[in-house]
Nanobody, 120 residues
Framework: QVQLVESGGGSVQAGGSLRLSCLVSGYTYRRYCMGWFRQAPEKERERVAIIDSNSITDYVDSVKGRFTISKDNAKNTLYLQMNSLKPEDTAMYYC??????????????WGQGTQVTVSS
C-alpha cells in the first residue's frame, strides 16, 4: 500500500523559510513523477513543483528562485525547500506521486497535507 506523509509545515513571517518533507512508502515505480501542490481557501489546487525519476524539475512561475524541490531516494523522501516566503504562499501543501507521464501531469497517490501560513 502506497502512503505519502507530509511534515514540516508551520507558521512563519514573510521572508522566512520552511522545508517540507514527504515520506513515501510502498511506491515501486522505477519511472515516476513526484510533486508538491498547494490549495488556499476558495482557490483551485495549484501545482507548485515537480521532479521526475531523472531528477528533472519544474516550478510554477510564482515560486521560481525561491522554492527548491529535491528527493533523497535512500530515505524515500521528497522535499520542498521554501525560502523568501510570502503571505500569498499560505496554503495547504500536498505531496503527490504517480507513474511517469509527459509533463508529469498524472498523479494517483496523495498525502494528507501540511499547512503553511505566512504572515506579513
Amino acid at each position: 500500500q502506497v502512503q505519502l506523509v507530509e511534515s514540516g509545515g508551520g507558521s512563519v513571517q514573510a521572508g522566512g523559510s520552511l522545508r517540507l518533507s514527504c515520506l513515501v512508502s510502498g511506491y515501486t515505480y522505477r519511472r515516476y513523477c513526484m510533486g508538491w501542490f498547494r490549495q488556499a481557501p476558495e482557490k483551485e489546487r495549484e501545482r507548485v513543483a515537480i521532479i521526475d525519476s531523472n531528477s528533472i524539475t519544474d516550478y510554477v512561475d510564482s515560486v521560481k528562485g525561491r522554492f527548491t524541490i529535491s528527493k533523497d531516494n535512500a530515505k524515500n523522501t521528497l522535499y520542498l525547500q521554501m525560502n523568501s516566503l510570502k503571505p500569498e504562499d499560505t496554503a495547504m501543501y500536498y505531496c503527490a506521486a504517480g507513474p511517469f507521464s509527459p509533463l508529469c501531469k498524472e498523479y494517483n497517490y496523495w498525502g494528507q497535507g501540511t499547512q503553511v501560513t505566512v504572515s506579513s
